[in-house]
T-cell receptor, first 114, second 113 residues
Framework: KAGVTQTPRYLIKTRGQQVTLSCSPISGHRSVSWYQQTPGQGLQFLFEYFSETQRNKGNFPGRFSGRQFSNSRSEMNVSTLELGDSALYLC?????????????FGPGTRLTVT | GENVEQHPSTLSVQEGDSAVIKCTYSDSASNYFPWYKQELGKGPQLIIDIRSNVGEKKDQRIAVTLNKTAKHFSLHITETQPEDSAVYFCAASGRSGNTPLVFGKGTRLSVIA
């Protein structure tokens, strides 16, 4: 099976712009989660979708949003970018219905905000 | 909410030696404890996991032990090889399967040939 794919792999944006990141889960996986990884804060949960519904949301401002399509593919959007949003954004999919179990990660999208 | 502490933050071992990474968690109701390996330029890869009804699990050179009373779990890598060099993360899930994973800050393991 192909793994989780994320596009683009690298992105450079200017403060104040918005950005959309894309994730295709492993075939058959319906749960998709998004994480932000930074050297200071580590891996932090952003949100999780299952069957097009957001079921869990982490402690991030409303500028961070996401959605899931009927084919389980997911996108996340960050509006009004800030310098502190520079991070590796990871998408993970799970064969389980519940988000607290095995997650399979993609390679991530490296976002740099200047 | 859940809080996961991971130690040490860096670890260097000679090739062939064993490596041990330890994590503690705060929520006594947590019931799922995975370990991930992250190589440079890649996403975290699930290498082993354990559930709260099991005390130890092995998979070739890696093993995980869980002490629910003390609320800590550990990753053991035996006969380390240079390709084991990576950042390792522990995680724990909360009271129900629908609670997101909380990750430790990671351990950078260097295996010296």
């Amino acid at each position: 099976k192909a793994g989780v794919t994320q596009t683009p792999r690298y992105l450079i944006k200017t403060r104040g712009q918005q950005v959309t990141l894309s994730c295709s889960p492993i075939s058959g996986h319906r749960s998709v989660s998004w994480y932000q990884q930074t050297p200071g804060q580590g891996l932090q949960f952003l949100f999780e979708y299952f069957s097009e519904t957001q079921r869990n949301k982490g402690n991030f401002p409303g500028r961070f949003s996401g959605r899931q399509f009927s084919n389980s593919r997911s996108e996340m959007n960050v509006s009004t970018l800030e310098l502190g949003d520079s991070a590796l954004y990871l998408c993970a999919s799970s064969p389980k219905r519940d988000v607290g179990y095995e997650q399979y990660f993609g390679p991530g999208t490296r976002l740099t905000v200047t | 909410g859940e809080n996961v502490e991971q130690h040490p933050s860096t670890l260097s071992v000679q090739e062939g030696d064993s490596a041990v990474i330890k994590c503690t968690y705060s929520d006594s109701a947590s019931n799922y404890f995975p370990w991930y390996k992250q190589e440079l330029g890649k996403g975290p890869q699930l290498i082993i996991d354990i559930r709260s009804n099991v005390g130890e699990k092995k998979d070739q050179r890696i093993a995980v032990t869980l002490n629910k009373t003390a609320k800590h779990f550990s990753l053991h890598i035996t006969e380390t090889q240079p390709e084991d060099s990576a950042v390792y993360f522990c995680a724990a899930s909360g009271r129900s399967g629908n609670t997101p994973l909380v990750f430790g800050k990671g351990t950078r393991l260097s295996v010296i040939a």
